[in-house]
T-cell receptor, first 112, second 116 residues
Framework: QQQVKQSPQSLIVQKGGISIINCAYE??????FPWYQQFPGKGPALLIAIRPDVSEKKEGRFTISFNKSAKQFSLHIMDSQPGDSATYFCAASKGNNNDMRFGAGTRLTVKP | KAGVTQTPRYLIKTRGQQVTLSCSPI?????VSWYQQTPGQGLQFLFEYFSETQRNKGNFPGRFSGRQFSNSRSEMNVSTLELGDSALYLC???????????????FGEGSRLTVL
């Protein structure tokens, strides 16, 4: 069953713009929320991650915003670049294991 | 440092056959997880092995099985293949201690299985 819902399914942004991808989760036991980036022909790669005890985490152009009460978190990509064009997955997990529940993915296209 | 290596990268099987996929984790990593990726269902967790023991299992039928060797290399097997088993099978390795929040998951490039 889907425990992490991701939107939008696809996103087109102009170079220099802000890309925003949203995720919502159901299980309040989740305690780790990563975002993965996947290019065609490659496996997913960890982009940035957050734990529920903080509301925001920023790494370079990438920011996670986390709303524990709403059970939602989002990825913001500032100054989007054509090289950011990829599929992005949010995920959630709990405890000391690697059973990660993934969102359905968002295909981001950044137009030059 | 070598990444996660999966073999074979591509394979074609027919219904009813079985298949074995192999994964060599990053040196020093003791946990290997397997995921199935399809356009319809997305990324789904199959199972995780840590120190040769299955630590977690996803919601897949018993036709899907795996094992881990003493050198942390892992194999997964799918028996009696069905058309719906066509997918990209991804292996991910991590240190395995403390969960993903303390040990990043590193994914391989996957084995693409086509069942005819």
């Amino acid at each position: 069953q889907q425990q992490v819902k991701q939107s939008p399914q696809s996103l087109i942004v102009q170079k220099g713009g802000i890309s925003i991808i949203n995720c919502a989760y159901e299980n309040t036991a989740f305690d780790y929320f990563p975002w993965y980036q996947q290019f065609p022909g490659k496996g997913p790669a960890l982009l940035i991650a957050i734990r529920p005890d903080v509301s925001e985490k920023k790494e370079g152009r990438f920011t996670i915003s986390f709303n524990k009460s709403a059970k939602q978190f989002s990825l913001h990509i500032m100054d989007s670049q054509p090289g950011d064009s990829a599929t992005y997955f949010c995920a959630a997990s709990k405890g000391n294991n690697n059973d990660m529940r993934f969102g359905a993915g968002t295909r981001l296209t950044v137009k030059p | 440092k070598a990444g996660v290596t999966q073999t074979p990268r591509y394979l074609i099987k027919t219904r009813g056959q079985q298949v074995t996929l192999s994964c060599s984790p990053i040196s020093g990593h003791r946990s290997v997880s397997w995921y199935q990726q399809t356009p319809g269902q997305g990324l789904q967790f199959l199972f995780e092995y840590f120190s040769e023991t299955q630590r977690n299992k996803g919601n897949f039928p018993g036709r899907f099985s795996g094992r881990q060797f003493s050198n942390s290399r892992s194999e997964m097997n799918v028996s009696t293949l069905e058309l719906g088993d066509s997918a990209l099978y991804l292996c991910a390795s991590s240190l395995g201690v403390g969960g993903p929040s303390t040990g990043e998951l590193f994914f391989g490039e996957g084995s693409r299985l086509t069942v005819l």
